[in-house]
């Protein structure tokens, strides 16, 4: 554990960070997109790992966290809300 955080929480968090930053700079436009891609891309990875998603493909899973299948619900969710006009 990293400073009381579990491995599979602190990975979602480092995902959500990634999608987030690459998300705002393909999609963001204002200062203000940036927190709310980040919490979104971390409600899509909440998602992905709660709900169990899982791709029938036989990849690696590190900490139990289905990383392909959460980055693809923190994209999805995320161009959802770049087309909201926030």
């Known amino acids: 554990m990293i400073y009381g955080l579990a491995p599979a929480m602190f990975l ?6 990634a999608c987030a930053t690459l998300g705002y700079v393909l999609l963001g436009r204002r200062w203000r997109h940036l927190p709310i891609f980040w919490l979104t891309a ?5 998602l992905a790992y709660g709900l169990g998603l899982r791709l029938p493909l ?8 289905p ?3 959460a980055v693809l619900l923190a994209w999805i969710l995320m161009i959802i809300v770049s087309r909201l006009r926030v």
């Open 12 to 17: 979602m968090l480092l995902l959500a960070t």
């Open 42 to 46: 971390f409600v899509g990875c909440l």
């Open 58 to 65: 036989a990849l690696p899973q590190p900490a139990e966290v």
């Open 67 to 69: 990383v392909l299948e």
